[in-house]
């Protein structure tokens, strides 16, 4: 279709080719009435001709261009002209992620939290208006040099709102084979949101690791069956410097059983953000654009680094250079050490890490092992404010001389604030910066509006604003509120919990901090019934609450004609059998199979929901419709691996139940494989085939 470049249609000069996928070309093309550059996506003039899919890519679309996210590619427009069918959507200059990594290779835990923030922004959102991508990958990810992200390419996309449990075929290759999750490799027909977070959690792997657990020589059936059977290595076995509990996330969003997956976007996003967060003051550096070094700038790099090694080699004691490399080796966790602070004089107060820890001298205060930030005041003297590094299994003295205050000359225009509070010995902040501890007799301030933050363990955060003015004596004085500590408990665990209607994480939660007061508790679990009570928290008081949660229930009913056998989950419920059968099952996801030995089997993924009903029945005798094409067409029909000596393109007369088709066709191959089905009622869209000419 390259001959339409240089033409108009329908407003839009064709300007180039962008990039070709199993539905058609994207290209590039100016606006002429906005002179504004878009992308256009016609579809495959072979699909176009087919009006079931037609139908169906104009459904799509509109439900699409409603996806309105800064992380996603907008669409503004479906169009049908002369030369086809398109959608118009926005143009993004970037390459795609899968570019990047093979240019760059593995990205950095900095810019890869970066981008899965992004990417979680995108799928979250489109998950919440009820759209499933189905084909999360590094391909259909553009990344500009600025880590900005747009996901594109919905082409396989699941709108729930018109292809939910109506829907009659599964096509088994929906997908690329390396990001899809088992449930996809299966064929299962009700694939939901987690397929989504697993499609993603390898993209991660690859961003993270530089490639797939996967090799190119792997056969496709080889690689469906690690993905449903077999074990993905965490990436950290071909990535060793990859953070651990980064590594974590990824190998929960890929585990295999959607259950214990992240069950949400902002599930997921909740866990990046606190790797992050916990992450941000051991690292400075930021995500990085997405440049390569130049040589100059690597060389005087590494002349610097040559330059202070030596330089601390000279300097070391070569015993403390051997016991430091001794910690380092083996210490796999921050062990806690004994720190003794003296100061001449005595009675000055001491700070570490922001928290007032006490009065000098201190004997054996037990701290964890790495940099501590130390603060040393008194009255009269001038303040020490220095950093201490405190090396694991070490027990550590030190030794401070605080310098006296030299007679200043007072500076005019000033004005006092005294500050106490009850109890004392609380720390003062004041516009951010910290003061010392109450009481605070005589603090001489520029006229102006202040923030004040007065903090002490146990008690309650207070904060407020006060005013300084020449000449004057501002007098605060601050009953501090002592907190109560709040326990909760739920079997089994892992349950959200809201607190006044706000989520503060999920259970076992401990030692909870809360004001003095009642509130309302709230613990939910998917496929529990929800248990809610009110709390009453008093200062100092230890409240526990601790519930077994009821699991919620829903009923199943099937009936098998003629006869038949029932399993659920892949464990047999009724053997051979005309009669409805009829059981109680946990509400979630459930596996349903009926089997007749002669006639086939049929099977679904079915929800059950609590307190209600859901039926089905299943006749073997009874046959559908279904239409199917290739490309070229004259391919002959394989149908449950035998030849049925028919031709594409053919409609087929099918018995109800999970049938395995494809075509064959001399000088030519099937990349995709066999596509697994499972007919209920007559199938509207065709099952196509794109073969390759073998060279």
Known sequence: MESIIGKVIDGYRILDVLGRGGMGVVYKALDTSLDKVMALKMIDPMLARDENFLKRFKTEARALAKLENTNIVTVHALRETEFGV????EYVEAKTLSDWIQQKGPFSWEDTVTISKQLLNAIGHAHRVGVIHRDIKPSNILLDTDLRVKVTDFG?????????PSSTVTQMRAGTLYYMSPEQVKGLKNVDFRSDIYSLGMTLYEMMVGKTPFEKTDSDFSIQKRIVEGE??????????IPKPLAKIITKAIDKNPLKRYQSAE???QDIQVFEDSNSQVSIKKPSQLKLPSLKSVFLVFTILLVLTLSYILIMDPLEIFSEKETISTTKKPEPVLVSIMTEPDNATIVVNDSTVGQSPINQFK???GSIALQLMKDGFQSIDTVLTVRAGQNVSYSFTLKQKSETVLVKNLGIVQIQSTPNEAGVWINNRFIGTTPREKEELRPGRYNLVVRK??????????????????????????LGKLN???QPAGADVLLDGNSIGSTPISEKELKQGSYRISIRKEGYEEYSTSVSVTGSSVNNVSKTLTPLTGSLKILIRPWGSVYVDGVLQKKDTNIQFETSLPVGLHKLKAQHPALGEWERQIKIEGNKTLEYVIDFNQTAMLTVTSEPNGCEIYIDGEASGKYTPKQLKLRIGKHVLSVQKSGYMLPGGEMQINIEEDVRDPLHFKLIKIQ
Do not use: C
């Open 86 to 89: 398109f959608m118009v959507m």
């Open 156 to 164: 396989l996309a699941k709108v729930i709102r018109q292809h939910g």
């Open 232 to 241: 993905i290595p965490p990436p950290t076995k071909f990535n060793s410097s």
């Open 267 to 269: 599930e997921m996003n």
């Open 367 to 369: 701290i964890n092992a």
């Open 457 to 482: 363990r146990g008690y309650a955060e207070y904060r407020d604003a006060f005013v300084v003015r020449t000449d004057q004596t501002t007098e605060i004085n601050i009953k501090l509120e002592m």
């Open 488 to 490: 909760i408990y739920s």
